[in-house]
């Protein structure tokens, strides 16, 4: 731990790193040895290879369901499960404001309208009794953001749902390996999306897949992610009765996902080891809030976001963002900047070039989602990597300690 003394790098003081982060090889023998197959069974397609098949049985079976379909991204995998599931225009998807593009896309792509709920302060997540107070007549889905790796509470938005007839759809992206009362995330709504695109915990480079124990609706994710063509006979039968897309995954991206698989437990437990040693080695700091797994979640950790509470700290999270950077750590303030609702397309109702979409009868502005807005003012993101050694955490540790300290001691610097 460091002395409340020592001076910060921003400060003239020796910077807390020393060396650089570790970083594990995401790509390696297991992956060319499955690509290699793919390349020895003369087809590339999903539906006469054997790759994509396997990744969705294994994926089926590591989450304890029936069914996993695969496709291309993970705004495939949200999208194919509101065509599944019958998202039309004009109906209302409960989503929340701290997320990608990608979860909104495929909600604005079935001419339906998002509205906005807000977050609990400590886990970044939506709050229940916000979705409560959204739900209209018109309101056919909620999509929860399991952010972070950690999960919503989803037994109060399945209580919610089941009284008034909605569907439950999880946005897993970010929280492959999360369990919520002991049962795999994605498993406690009607479909669960996940994402493979570089940026998560596995990859194949960019795809998707859904998980749901409905068989009905894995036949519609089926259809929904192949123009809606039947291939069930290993012929395609060209009979569409509902608008999809061409949302496949080739054989390619299913032989990198079923290695990157088998790693997936062990990058999940390393996570969760540093991430909980970080919270018990800053927890306790003047000024600083750090996040909270929702009760009943072993979250899984895809990146470490704690806030700063200004007036205690005597900085804000550019400053405090600032000094962390210049101790070594990978970080940086706001997240994402601002809620999703204050981008153009939403401020400006400018989905398309010419005509309007049913959501411009909806007004989005600063405002609409108070406690969502505070975190992201005053957050602060640390990149977390399952090859952080034991000294990095204590690096970390040491970095941060020192930065608040100096902050809470010197106020008017």
Known sequence: MADTLDRPAIAGGKPAKTKLYGKATRYGDEELEQLKDVIAQGTMFYAQGAKVSLLEER?????????????????????????????????????????????????????????????????????????????????RAVLAINLAGNACDLDALRQICTEHSLSLIEDCAQAFGCEYRGKAIGTFGDIGCFSLNEFKHISCGDGGLTITSDSDLARRLRLATDKCYSREAGVAVREPAFLANNYRMTELQGAVA?????????????????????????????????????????????????????????????????????????????????????????????????????????????????????????????????????????????????VANWFTANPQR
């Open 258 to 402: 079923v290695a990157q698989l088998e790693r997936l437990d062990e990058i999940v437990r390393k996570r969760r080891d540093w991430c909980g040693r970080l919270t018990a080695g800053v927890s306790g700091l003047g000024g600083i809030l750090t996040p909270e797994p929702t009760p009943g979640c072993n979250p899984s950790w895809w990146f470490y976001m704690f806030r700063v509470e200004p007036d205690l700290l005597g900085a804000s999270a550019d400053e405090f963002a600032q000094a962390l950077a210049a101790e070594g750590l990978p970080c940086g303030a706001h997240y994402i900047g601002v809620p999703v609702y204050e981008y153009p397309i939403f401020r400006d109702h400018s989905a398309f070039d010419h005509t309007s979409h049913p959501f411009s009868t909806r007004e989005y502005a600063r405002g609409l989602c108070p406690e969502a807005e505070r975190i992201l003012d005053t957050c602060i993101i640390l990149s977390v990597n399952e090859a952080y050694t034991d000294d990095d955490l204590r690096e970390t540790v040491e970095a941060v300690t020192k």
């Open 59 to 139: 994926f089926a079976k590591k989450n304890g369901v029936p069914h996993a379909v695969a496709c291309s991204s993970g705004t495939a995998a949200i999208h194919s499960a509101m065509i599944a599931l019958g998202i039309s225009p004009g109906d209302e998807v409960i989503v929340t404001p701290i997320t990608d593009m990608g979860s909104l896309c495929p909600i604005l792509y079935q001419g339906a309208v998002p509205v906005f709920a807000d977050l609990l302060p400590r886990t970044y997540l939506v709050d229940p009794k916000s979705v409560a107070a959204l739900v209209t007549d018109r309101t």
